[in-house]
């Protein structure tokens, strides 16, 4: 209890806390929430942008699941390193441990589970077939296992340096083994490596996860294999590609005895992986660790208080801000590629589903954190040449639209963020609106000749040029703000009319259930392409868009969006064009980020009651406790963190100063800002059915207007929102603010 007493004093260095309100924080995280029905979140425990996510791995057939976990299978094992919320291909699952009973085996070593269960910085399950008592926990770069055996004249603990998550039916995106190797140094101590290539973003080059595992109990015998050959006795093996290797350590065990092991990693080499063990974790005691690791998670948890909450709301709401900080992983000090006394992280996976809602999230709630990954941001372009759209395993790949980077940066930039070298940040966005990458698919922006001469990109030069053309459109936006702060006017006016290269692509005389004018690819000739339906390649891989079609597309425009209610017919017939995308199936996914804003674009049509009506019947119908409680892919945090804003009752319109007012479902909210301030949002006889702003004050003054400044937030104050269930005549002020035309 003393320990947790000296907990909650520092939130990313910037507000303080009591140990009650960091105590009632960490208990109503549910790591299991949305692992299954397609969340794919992680369940296992880690450290906020924690390196090490031990977890367990199943046996489901050709596709292992993505954070490991599945909701069938057997678990064949623990692995150290893991995504979190991710669809597509696979990556990491590296170095796997597995306590068994009996003659040690290399394969065949699966167990069905039982009462499996998650907390803060835990995770415990039995495996039946032994049965054994598994418990996890973890420091930022050691896991730490308690394993509790029966009474067995065989225990043992299986190292397989050659395991990796595999993925065989989606073409090209599987992981294959490039070299393992392993070391039993001494009855307690094995060391090794493992080289994996491949995955989601189809990386040519091998990442390296080095091992040092230590045991508090000694080991009587032990022995190593290679491609499944056992030599007991033995104490080192190594392979190539695919052939794989793995060690055993056997003890004799009494009913109810425990055995303890920390696992620590590196990217860098082995001496630095037991420099983490040892130094992160320097005894055995696993229940300190597990307290350490949640008072982590109370102090990064604890920038928003909720006051008059529900505990499902309570659970739901920190779930969601713990899912926003899992990633990307916090690697500084194990970056394998170069030196350099700049924050190192990893594993933006990806940018194109993040930069909307969780990097807004962590630059309101956690300046200093978003700074680091920022400055990482800007040193990844120093040393590579180029901004990420996505970078796992210390390698960009996988653009999935635009060069999204510019809205993290230029977010950071409008909202004040202190200490990044916005020179250089500046270089790093011009150049990927102005030079063409030799591979497209790893960074940069692809069609960029058309993009330059006739202004827009072509369905011969790129894939998905519908929903390119509109993210390349927002991302000039972004390089004119950052410009136009640094006093580049021409540059500024120059990206300022790339901005609204997307109109180049709207096809007035397209027409779909009464509603002319959407957004619709050509060809080089300037042909419009055909055939085309508005509602053409709706799924993730589409040929025109990505995760979204012209329904979609049409209505992302965040640079401009009174340009868009123009080209749309005027408000009420914008209005309209709303309802309908999200009447008619087919047209909205709640899934799918590049929907995220849509909800709210009614404020700028001056009906803020439809946004309130369409953000609570989202969330309601689609965001639940338990582990099927997330709608689709939580893609590192981005549809947590939806959720969170929502909850919260302010939207971010990404890479800009606002926030839109929504429909808060929460009594009160308190965001623990920097200098010891606070910004409260009270919602006034707020229920499920009192959903509509019918009056607001800021600071005790009449708010007239849906939105606000980002300076009107982190300065401090309160927003005192009255909630009824009929809406009012509330705002009668001003829309948000939308780019003057430069058309």
């Given at each position: 209890?003393?320990?947790?007493?000296?907990?909650?004093?520092?939130?990313?260095?910037?507000?303080?806390?009591?140990?009650?309100?960091?105590?009632?924080?960490?208990?109503?995280?549910?790591?299991?929430?949305?692992?299954?029905?397609?969340?794919?979140?992680?369940?296992?425990?880690?450290?906020?942008?924690?390196?090490?996510?031990?977890?367990?791995?199943?046996?489901?057939?050709?596709?292992?699941?993505?954070?490991?976990?599945?909701?069938?299978g057997e678990i064949r094992g623990f692995s150290q390193t893991h995504v979190s919320g991710t669809g597509g291909g696979v990556k990491y699952g590296n170095i796997l441990v597995q306590p068994t009973t009996g003659a040690p085996v290399t394969n065949g070593y699966g167990s069905p589970r039982e009462k499996e269960q998650g907390a803060i910085g835990f995770y415990k399950v039995t495996l039946q077939r032994y049965p054994i008592d598994v418990e996890i926990t973890a420091a930022r770069r050691t896991a730490f296992y308690r394993f509790t055996y029966p009474d067995a004249r065989q225990a043992n603990i299986l190292f397989d340096a050659g395991h990796y998550l595999k993925s065989g039916s989606k073409a090209g995106e599987g992981q294959s083994l490039t070299a393992s190797q392993i070391t039993v140094l001494s009855p307690t101590e094995v060391t090794g490596s493992s080289s994996v290539t491949g995955g989601w973003n189809k990386q040519p080059t091998s990442y390296t996860v080095y091992f040092y595992a230590k045991t508090d109990m000694p080991a009587q015998s032990w022995g190593t294999w290679r491609d499944h050959d056992m030599h007991p006795g033995a104490r080192h093996a190594e392979a190539g590609a695919n052939a794989g290797t793995g060690a055993w350590l056997t003890f004799p065990t009494k009913q109810g005895e425990q055995v303890r092991l920390k696992v620590g990693i590196s990217f860098v080499n082995p001496e630095q992986a037991k420099s983490n063990a040892t130094s992160e974790i320097a005894g055995f005691d696993f229940d300190a660790t597990r307290a350490a690791s949640a008072a982590e998670w109370d102090k990064a948890l604890g920038?928003?208080?909720?006051?008059?909450?529900?505990?499902?709301?309570?659970?739901?709401?920190?779930?969601?801000?713990?899912?926003?900080?899992?990633?990307?992983?916090?690697?500084?000090?194990?970056?394998?590629?170069?030196?350099?006394?700049?924050?190192?992280?990893?594993?933006?996976?990806?940018?194109?589903?993040?930069?909307?809602?969780?990097?807004?999230?962590?630059?309101?709630?956690?300046?200093?954190?978003?700074?680091?990954?920022?400055?990482?941001?800007?040193?990844?372009?120093?040393?590579?040449?180029?901004l990420p759209d996505a970078r796992s395993g210390n390698y960009n790949g996988r653009t999935q639209g635009g060069s999204n980077a510019e809205f993290v940066l230029t977010d950071a930039y409008v909202k004040g963020l202190k200490g990044i070298d916005w020179n250089t940040a500046y270089a790093a966005e011009v150049k990927d609106a102005e030079v063409s990458p030799k591979d497209q698919f790893k960074e940069g922006r692809g069609g960029l000749a058309g993009w330059h001469d006739a202004g827009y990109v072509t369905v011969e030069d790129v894939d998905r040029p519908g929903s390119k053309q509109m993210e390349y459109a927002a991302n000039d936006f972004e390089i004119a703000l950052l410009a136009k702060g640094m006093g580049k006017t021409s540059e500024y006016e120059k990206y300022l009319r790339h901005s609204g290269n997307w109109e180049n692509l709207w096809d007035s005389n397209l027409d779909d259930s009464g509603f002319r004018g959407f957004i619709r690819p050509r060809h080089r000739d300037g042909s419009w392409l055909t055939p085309f339906t508005t509602i053409e390649d709706c799924s993730w891989g589409g040929k025109t868009f990505y995760e979204g079609n012209s329904w979609t597309y049409s209505l992302f425009v965040p640079q401009n969006v009174a340009r868009l209610i123009e080209k749309s017919g005027g408000p009420q017939r914008f209005v309209e064009r709303l309802d309908a995308f999200f009447n008619v199936p087919g047209r909205y996914d709640v899934g799918n980020e590049p929907g995220f804003l849509s909800p709210y674009l009614y404020i700028w049509a001056g009906r803020h009651d439809k946004t309130a009506s369409r953000v609570r019947e989202i969330m309601a119908a689609n965001f639940h406790a338990g582990r099927k409680g997330l709608p689709g892919n939580d893609d590192s945090g981005a549809m947590s963190s939806w959720y969170a804003f929502g909850q919260m009752g302010i939207f971010p319109n990404a890479g800009q100063d606002v926030y839109l007012i929504g429909s808060p479902g929460l009594p009160q909210t308190v965001l623990h800002l920097a200098d010891s301030r606070t910004f409260v949002i009270e919602a006034k006889n707020v229920s499920a059915g009192n959903k509509y702003v019918t009056a607001a004050e800021l600071n005790g003054k009449p708010l007239n207007r849906a939105w606000l400044r980002h300076s009107e937030i982190v300065n401090g104050g309160r927003l005192v929102l009255t909630m009824e269930q009929e809406p009012g005549l509330w705002p009668t002020g001003d829309v948000p603010p939308s780019t003057p035309s430069t058309r």
């Amino acid at each position: 209890m003393r320990r947790a007493m000296r907990v909650g004093v520092v939130v990313f260095g910037v507000c303080c806390f009591t140990s009650m309100l960091a105590a009632q924080v960490a208990q109503h995280v549910d790591p299991l929430l949305g692992v299954d029905g397609g969340g794919n979140t992680f369940p296992g425990p880690t450290t906020p942008f924690g390196m090490a996510k031990p977890g367990p791995d199943m046996d489901v057939g050709v596709d292992d699941a993505n954070a490991g976990w599945a909701a069938k299978g057997e678990i064949r094992g623990f692995s150290q390193t893991h995504v979190s919320g991710t669809g597509g291909g696979v990556k990491y699952g590296n170095i796997l441990v597995q306590p068994t009973t009996g003659a040690p085996v290399t394969n065949g070593y699966g167990s069905p589970r039982e009462k499996e269960q998650g907390a803060i910085g835990f995770y415990k399950v039995t495996l039946q077939r032994y049965p054994i008592d598994v418990e996890i926990t973890a420091a930022r770069r050691t896991a730490f296992y308690r394993f509790t055996y029966p009474d067995a004249r065989q225990a043992n603990i299986l190292f397989d340096a050659g395991h990796y998550l595999k993925s065989g039916s989606k073409a090209g995106e599987g992981q294959s083994l490039t070299a393992s190797q392993i070391t039993v140094l001494s009855p307690t101590e094995v060391t090794g490596s493992s080289s994996v290539t491949g995955g989601w973003n189809k990386q040519p080059t091998s990442y390296t996860v080095y091992f040092y595992a230590k045991t508090d109990m000694p080991a009587q015998s032990w022995g190593t294999w290679r491609d499944h050959d056992m030599h007991p006795g033995a104490r080192h093996a190594e392979a190539g590609a695919n052939a794989g290797t793995g060690a055993w350590l056997t003890f004799p065990t009494k009913q109810g005895e425990q055995v303890r092991l920390k696992v620590g990693i590196s990217f860098v080499n082995p001496e630095q992986a037991k420099s983490n063990a040892t130094s992160e974790i320097a005894g055995f005691d696993f229940d300190a660790t597990r307290a350490a690791s949640a008072a982590e998670w109370d102090k990064a948890l604890g920038a928003i208080e909720l006051k008059g909450e529900t505990p499902e709301q309570a659970q739901m709401f920190y779930t969601a801000l713990y899912h926003a900080m899992l990633m990307p992983t916090d690697r500084t000090g194990e970056n394998p590629l170069w030196q350099s006394k700049e924050p190192y992280y990893d594993d933006y996976y990806a940018i194109w589903d993040t930069f909307r809602t969780s990097s807004p999230l962590l630059t309101l709630i956690a300046p200093e954190r978003e700074t680091k990954i920022v400055r990482a941001l800007v040193d990844l372009y120093r040393n590579e040449g180029w901004l990420p759209d996505a970078r796992s395993g210390n390698y960009n790949g996988r653009t999935q639209g635009g060069s999204n980077a510019e809205f993290v940066l230029t977010d950071a930039y409008v909202k004040g963020l202190k200490g990044i070298d916005w020179n250089t940040a500046y270089a790093a966005e011009v150049k990927d609106a102005e030079v063409s990458p030799k591979d497209q698919f790893k960074e940069g922006r692809g069609g960029l000749a058309g993009w330059h001469d006739a202004g827009y990109v072509t369905v011969e030069d790129v894939d998905r040029p519908g929903s390119k053309q509109m993210e390349y459109a927002a991302n000039d936006f972004e390089i004119a703000l950052l410009a136009k702060g640094m006093g580049k006017t021409s540059e500024y006016e120059k990206y300022l009319r790339h901005s609204g290269n997307w109109e180049n692509l709207w096809d007035s005389n397209l027409d779909d259930s009464g509603f002319r004018g959407f957004i619709r690819p050509r060809h080089r000739d300037g042909s419009w392409l055909t055939p085309f339906t508005t509602i053409e390649d709706c799924s993730w891989g589409g040929k025109t868009f990505y995760e979204g079609n012209s329904w979609t597309y049409s209505l992302f425009v965040p640079q401009n969006v009174a340009r868009l209610i123009e080209k749309s017919g005027g408000p009420q017939r914008f209005v309209e064009r709303l309802d309908a995308f999200f009447n008619v199936p087919g047209r909205y996914d709640v899934g799918n980020e590049p929907g995220f804003l849509s909800p709210y674009l009614y404020i700028w049509a001056g009906r803020h009651d439809k946004t309130a009506s369409r953000v609570r019947e989202i969330m309601a119908a689609n965001f639940h406790a338990g582990r099927k409680g997330l709608p689709g892919n939580d893609d590192s945090g981005a549809m947590s963190s939806w959720y969170a804003f929502g909850q919260m009752g302010i939207f971010p319109n990404a890479g800009q100063d606002v926030y839109l007012i929504g429909s808060p479902g929460l009594p009160q909210t308190v965001l623990h800002l920097a200098d010891s301030r606070t910004f409260v949002i009270e919602a006034k006889n707020v229920s499920a059915g009192n959903k509509y702003v019918t009056a607001a004050e800021l600071n005790g003054k009449p708010l007239n207007r849906a939105w606000l400044r980002h300076s009107e937030i982190v300065n401090g104050g309160r927003l005192v929102l009255t909630m009824e269930q009929e809406p009012g005549l509330w705002p009668t002020g001003d829309v948000p603010p939308s780019t003057p035309s430069t058309r």
